[in-house]
């Protein structure tokens, strides 16, 4: 696991343009995407800059059931809104929030089978999930449906009017899912983030308490970090 320490989320999402980047320039072809506010800064740089993806595939982690892709607060809406209008992909997958759960999870896991991440850029949420991986979830997991925590709900709310508007149930790749990239940029800014840095970078081993840790097993991953969110372990 390498740590980049950067002074800021801007250089950070700097490096972390660089890297997608390379990673195009070296044959890449299956990008693993996030939303959330942590790629956000980088979503701009790729879109202010002259990277082609029309050969590319995009596959996303997670979206919200009960939500179709026209909604404003969809995951699909804020790739659209924040990559995919700029800078459009030959094929763009997230899993549908409308879709019924057996089926979806089928169909994703196809979609997954099909193309294997390269290079998966990830978000950490404050009890350590990734995707929409929560504590307790199974270390071995693939694609599934999972009730949110009060915790990611409380996070999550501000992108809503009301907290009663947060859907209660997502999809989400599971950690098995996400340790197949060939890849892993995992990003983390903010001091709200510090603990669940800590937390990762100082795991041994993996434990389904704190759902980052099944990446201490990877072979490949990239943590960038900004003063903040890394003021617990340095
Ligand atoms: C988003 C996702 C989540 C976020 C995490 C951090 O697709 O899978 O795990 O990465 O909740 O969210 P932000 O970046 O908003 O702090």
């Not at 320039?25 to 800064?41: I, Q």
């Not at 950490?124 to 925590?149: M, Q, R, W, Y």
């Amino acid at each position: 696991m390498e740590i980049l320490y950067v002074n800021s989320k801007e250089e950070g999402s700097q490096k972390g343009y660089e890297m997608i980047r390379e990673a195009l320039d070296n044959g890449a072809k299956v990008f693993g995407l996030a939303t959330g506010s942590t790629p956000e800064r980088l979503y701009e740089k790729l879109t202010e800059s002259d990277v082609d993806f029309s050969d590319a595939i995009s596959v996303n982690l997670d979206e919200y059931v009960g939500l179709p892709g026209t909604h404003e607060q969809s995951y699909r809406y804020f790739m659209e809104q924040k990559l995919f209008n700029q800078k459009p992909f030959k094929e763009s997958h997230l899993p549908d929030g409308m879709n019924e759960e057996q089926a979806e999870i089928e169909r994703y896991e196809a979609v997954l089978s099909k193309y294997p991440v390269d290079i998966q850029i990830l978000g950490i949420g404050h009890n350590g999930h990734i995707a929409f991986n929560e504590p307790g979830t199974a270390l071995d997991s693939h694609t599934h449906k999972v009730a949110l925590t009060q915790s990611t709900i409380n996070a999550n709310k501000r992108f809503f009017e009301k907290e009663s508007d947060v859907p209660g149930y997502a999809y989400t790749m599971g950690l098995a899912s996400i340790m197949k990239a060939k890849k892993i940029l995992l990003l983390a800014f903010g001091e709200d983030k510090a603990e669940a840095i800590k937390d990762l970078v100082t795991a041994t081993e993996p434990t389904e308490d704190i759902p980052s840790t099944v990446l201490v097993n990877h072979p490949d991953v990239t943590i960038i970090v900004d003063q903040a969110a890394a003021s617990l372990i340095k």
